[in-house]
Structures are given as C-alpha cells and as structure tokens.
C-alpha cells in the first residue's frame, strides 16, 4: 500500500514536471505523429507520375495497317501518355534540354517511321527513351516507361490477334472478303467445304474420281478443325501470362487501414519509448535515483521497498505507467480521429485498446531500460531514438525484398523488440488481419517483463 | 550526550572488483556528536558516506546503531530542478512518510531561511540555495543522525557562515552530524571530532586536538600551529 501510495505520488510528480516542459511534450507528440502521417502516406499512395517529355514525330493521324484493316497509332501514344506526365515537345533537342533542365525526367521519342514499321510485321518499332536525374529518379522513370510500353504493345497485339482471328473465321465459315480488304465475291469456308464435296462425290460416277474427291474431303476436315483451335492459340500468344491473384496466409490488409495501423504504431513506440527513457534518465540528472532508492545503512539499496522510499520494481512500475498512459492516450487520439477518414470497424474497439496497453507496456518497458543505461536526458532521448527509428524500419521489410540470409537476421531482431509484434497486434485488432492477436500479446508480454529485467538491472547503477 | 551510539561502523570494507576502496573502517557516532570525516581526494570519504547512508552496500563489516532513521545530503543537490522549493519537500515529505506535510514543509522553509523562495522552481536558485533545498529534504524526517557529504563545496563565505550555523543548531538539538569536507579549517572550526580517512583507511579518530599532538608530538594543547599544516605533515608521516 505504501509503495502504491509512494508510486502515486511520484506519477504526480511527473505529470508535473511535464506539465511544465511544453516545449517537450509539444516536440513529443508532434514529431512522432509528423513521421508516423508521413510514413503511413508514404504507405499508402504508389509513387507519382513523373514528369516525361514525349516528341511525337509521326505525321498526325498515321495508321498502322495490317490485313487490310487500319489501327490508330494514336491509341498506342495515349496508352504511353495514360502512365506519365506528359510534357509535349516538337523536337528531339527540345526534349533533351528539358531532361538536361531537370524539367522532365526523361523523354520519349516517337520516331516517324512508328507506323510503317509497325504495319511491316517484319521488323519492330523502336522509342527512343533519355534519361537524368539519379539513380532512384532514373529507375522510376525506367520501370514506369517500361510498363507503359508493355501496355501499349499488349493493345497493339490484341488489334492484330482480333484482325488475325476475323480472317480465320473469313477461312472457316465463308463470307465476304471485303471486310479484309479483298476486293472478292462471296467466299466458301473450309467448314462447308466438305457438305458441299459429300453432295459431288455422290454425283461423280467413277470409282476413281471418288476416291480423290474423298481425299480432298477428309483434307477440308482437317483444316476446318486445326485451323479452329488455331484462334485460341492466337490467344496465348497475344497474352501468354495471365495473373490470378491467390492470398495463401491470412486476412488481406487494405493498404490504407494497414498505413493507419503503422502510423499509430510509430507514434505508440515514440511516444512511449522517449518518456520512459527521459523520466528515468530525469532521475539520474536530478541526482535523485541514490535518495529513491537507498535502504537502511549499509544496505546499498533495496531488493525491494524494505527501507527504501521505492522499489526499483516500484520505480520501473511508475515510469512505465507514465509513458504508457500518455502514449495510449496519444495512440488511441490518433486512431479515433484517423477513423473519421478511413472506414474502421469500432465494433473491435476493446480489442484496440488491448493491442495499445500490451505495446505501451513493451515500449514503456523498453525506454526504461535504455533511461537506466543513460546517464542523462539528452543521452537517453538520443539513444531511443537511434534504436527505434532503424529498428521499426526494419520490422517493416517484406520477405523477398531481401537477401534470405539478411531476412533471417531482420527477423531475429525483430523478434527482441518490440515495434513489429506491437504492428501484428493492432493490425490484427483493427483489421483482423494474421497472426492472431493472442500471440502478439503474449509477445508483448514476455518482452516487457525481459526489458522490465534489464531495467532493474539497470538501476542498480545509482 | 547519551553513550548509545546513534550510528555505528565495525570493519566496513567496500571493494570495487579487485580494488579495495574502504578498509575494515570502525567507529561510533553518539548523540549530538558534530564529526568531520577529512582526507585527500581518493581517501573514499564519499564512498564510506554511501555506505552508511545505505545507497551502497558494504562488501564486509557492518553498519548499525540505535538511533532512527539516517537523513543523507549528497555532494550534489538530488531534487528535483523542475519543481518549486516547496514541490519538493512537500513530495520528499510524502515519500518519507512525514505524518503532517504542510507543517513539516513550512518549519523547514523557515529552518533554511527559503520562505520567500518557496515557490521558485529549484533550477532557477543559485548553488548555494539549491544547497540549502538539499539539506532541507535531508532533514525532512527529522532523522537520529545526517551525513553531509561536501556541504559547503558550492557555497561561498556569507552561505557558509549560514550553513555551519544551521548545523550547529541540528546538532545543539541532539542531532549527530557526520560531515566531509575538503577544507579541514571548517573540521577544526565545527567539528568536535574527527575521522581521518586516507586511500580507505581510518588513521585517526579523535579531536581536533588529537590530531595536533599526534603531528607536535605534545601532550599539552598545540596552541598556533597550524591544522591544516599538522594534517598535511600527518598524512605524510601515515604514508611512510
């Protein structure tokens, strides 16, 4: 009772204290919450369009024609121009000198002779693509060009395979030729072909005109039906690959609330982590941790409050009681008003609270053990930062986005701080998304009471 | 006087790893008893405070006494710079359990002369005042014995002249004060005993007075000789 009593009265101190350096608790929460929007924007929103100078050299209204039928390269140029921002320009010089100017990133030249080459079959249609910028720049503009242009052939094919395919069917069932540029009267598909030569065998009278006339019959059956499947291996050809999308492990995240759940996460860790560590470390700067926790002469300080004014338990109780009210506080604010934007479900509101309390309490326990290594505010504030920030980015890499090896190491370092099982917890609490939350919070649970330990240990350096 | 020691050290030994900082260091304290603890740097005066005051332990020997609690005033002032004077002892006064605060914190506003600066955070106060703040906390519990450690280091002549004035007062009062210092003109001033300590070890328990003889060689008072010179020249002879 008297610890409970002595822990209220140093929470009341702190509060206090806090109270009166707005400086800080202004830095505290909007530095954590600037980096947490940014990094949830960063999240949610693909890159944008970068800016491309297109010189289109064609003669306007240029087709392509194939099988006597015309494809407008126009379409082809505005599937180019749907993925960029395009800057158009007359001459190739003046596209470069906007990519030299840093106006555009990179420029596309569409050469005059796109569309003969195009209606040829025989050879293809080259773009000239030039590049600035570094190499992030470079790769962007590179990989958006490049799909664009994957686009943009994909549309060009599926023009020749639907002209290829209407030839075929002109082949198997007959009709007028016209539609392909022939000038042809109507014209007999293969697939009537041999109704028609069944009815001549059975008028021709000699055996032997018969059985050549059979012989042409059986060819014009063979013809009708491989030149059938024909157009489905048209198909292929002109789309190989097709992606069905299959999600093997778990509930899918929408991007958006998964950006939420980042954010808010962050601010927890910052928010947390720096006010355990600065509180503890306060003690240590304000020379007070030897008067808290001294025992009775000779002593060398509590095992627990027996002669001392608080336990160190009792002290790594209340500091961490400090930070994780303040910070859930902080976190909870942040959801709730980040849910009037994007839809959340607050039907799982107790599960969201859970979530927060077990990663306050894991963050909370965190900062004291870095505050109890660090001699003073300043110190113990630049080393929880250097230890979160890198530490919750690496949480955040995908498998595959690296070597097997490194992930390997990224999840063993995940696995002992607490930033990536606080994520799966208040994702699964507010997306109900895998693992189940039961595990992250026993996670959480066993890393506050390891960091719990090493902050005991800690202070034992008074 | 009462001839119960009110706190007591019987072969105190505190070692660091392989290095052994205080050794085997004994001796009593009684009520009222105002006692200087002197030495050169290194001599762990501040180390044997800890120890008796209970933020470090003792490797060996122990610590005791009959007296009640133990007040401690570290070199440096521990409070809390962010809080006014009287935040502070009114939250010390809490945590030690002082059964009426507002009393307590208004008899030792007046004690150390800092009523007017009750509500001025600590940070804002001068060396010597924060001093005074630190005393203050250390006195809350109205303790059987204090031990000061440096007290007088940040303060200047005026603040000094105040603070040993107040101790005198504490110990007048029956309180036992154990104080180190490096100026060992105050010791011979204030002090009615006391502990030479050096690299650990005790080498002398007595007065002012002992201490003389022990350097003159005379069994009569050593009248003008200078004490400062005396514990130089005693340090050197001990180290021989």
């Known amino acids: 009772m008297t610890e409970i009593a002595r822990m209220r009265w140093l929470l009341h101190k702190d509060f206090l204290i806090l109270r009166r350096s707005r400086v800080l608790v202004a830095v505290l929460v909007v530095y954590p919450v600037a980096i947490a929007l940014l990094i949830g924007l960063a999240l949610s929103r693909s890159p944008g369009k970068p800016k491309v100078a297109i010189v289109n050299l064609a003669p306007p209204g240029a087709t392509v024609e194939l099988g006597g039928s015309k494809v407008e390269v126009g379409r082809y140029y505005s599937q180019l121009f749907s993925e960029v921002q395009p800057l158009k320009v007359k001459t190739r010089a003046e596209a470069i000198e906007k990519v030299r100017s840093g106006e555009a990133l990179a420029a596309v030249v569409i050469p005059a002779n796109i569309a003969a080459k195009l209606s040829s079959v025989l050879s293809q249609g080259q773009l000239e693509v030039i590049y600035n910028g570094d190499a992030l720049q470079q790769s962007l503009a590179q990989s958006k060009i490049q799909a664009a242009v994957a686009q943009a052939n994909l549309e060009i094919s599926l023009q020749i395979r639907k002209l290829a395919s209407r030839g075929i069917s002109l082949l198997l069932q007959g009709g007028d030729l016209s539609q392909l540029g022939i000038n042809q009267k109507r014209l007999l598909g293969l697939e009537q072909l041999p109704k028609v030569l069944s009815r001549v065998i059975a008028r021709v009278p000699t055996a032997r005109d018969k059985q050549e006339l059979q012989r042409i019959k059986e060819l014009a059956d063979f013809a009708a039906s491989n030149l059938n499947l024909s157009r489905n291996v048209l198909a292929t050809i002109g789309q190989p690959v097709q992606v069905r999308s299959v999600l093997v492990h778990g509930r899918r995240t929408p991007l958006d609330t998964f950006a939420v759940v980042v954010a808010v996460s962050i601010s927890l860790m910052f928010v947390c982590v720096l006010l355990a560590a600065g509180g503890i470390a306060l003690e240590r700067e304000d020379n007070t941790l030897p008067r808290l926790l001294r025992g009775p002469p000779g002593s060398g300080g509590s095992g627990g409050a027996g002669g001392s004014l608080i336990s160190r338990e009792g002290l790594v109780a209340e500091k961490l009681l400090l930070a994780g009210a303040c910070s859930l506080v902080l976190a909870f604010a942040m959801l709730a008003g980040i849910g009037a934007f994007v839809t959340l479900d607050w039907s799982r509101i107790g599960l969201w609270l859970l979530a927060l309390v077990a990663g306050a309490l894991a963050f909370g326990a965190l900062g004291v053990a870095i505050g109890a290594l660090a001699r003073e505010v300043r110190a113990a504030s630049l080393l929880a930062f250097l230890l979160s920030l890198p530490l919750a980015f690496l949480a955040l890499v995908p498998a595959g986005a690296v070597a097997p090896g490194v992930y390997d190491v990224i999840r063993a370092v995940s696995v002992v701080f607490p930033f990536k099982a606080a994520l799966q917890a208040l994702d699964a609490a507010v997306n109900g998304a895998e693992p189940a939350i039961a595990g992250s919070l026993a996670h959480l649970l066993a890393l506050t009471l390891l960091f719990g330990i090493l902050a005991r240990i800690g202070l034992r350096r008074t | ?240």
């Open chain 2, 1 to 240: 006087m009462s001839d119960a020691p009110i706190l007591s050290a019987s072969g105190v030994t505190k070692r660091f790893g392989a290095r052994v900082a205080l050794h085997e260091v004994s001796f009593e304290v009684r009520s009222g008893e105002l006692v200087a603890l002197i030495g050169p740097n290194g001599a762990c005066k501040t180390t044997l405070l800890s120890v008796l005051a209970g933020v470090q332990a003792a490797s060996a020997g122990s610590v005791g006494g009959q007296g009640g609690k133990v007040g401690w005033v570290p070199q440096q002032p521990a409070v809390y710079t962010k809080l006014t004077v009287a935040e502070n002892l009114a939250l010390w006064a809490h945590l030690e359990r002082v059964a009426d605060t507002q009393d307590t914190v208004r008899r030792m506003l007046e004690q150390t002369g800092l009523t007017k600066r009750a509500d001025e955070q600590v940070g804002r106060l001068s060396g010597g005042n924060r001093q005074r703040v630190n005393i203050a906390v250390g006195m809350l519990s109205r303790p059987a014995a204090l031990l000061l450690d440096e007290p007088s280091a940040a303060l200047d002549p005026i603040q000094r002249g105040r603070l040993w004035e107040f101790v005198r007062g504490l110990s007048a009062n029956g309180t036992s004060v154990v104080f180190s210092t490096h100026n060992v003109a105050e010791a011979e001033r204030y002090a009615g005993r006391v502990l030479v300590l050096d690299e650990g070890r005790l080498l002398l328990d007595g007065s002012p007075q002992t201490l003389l003889r022990e350097v003159t060689g005379r069994s009569e008072a050593a009248d003008g000789v200078d004490f400062e010179e005396a514990f130089v020249a005693f340090l050197r002879r001990s180290r021989v």
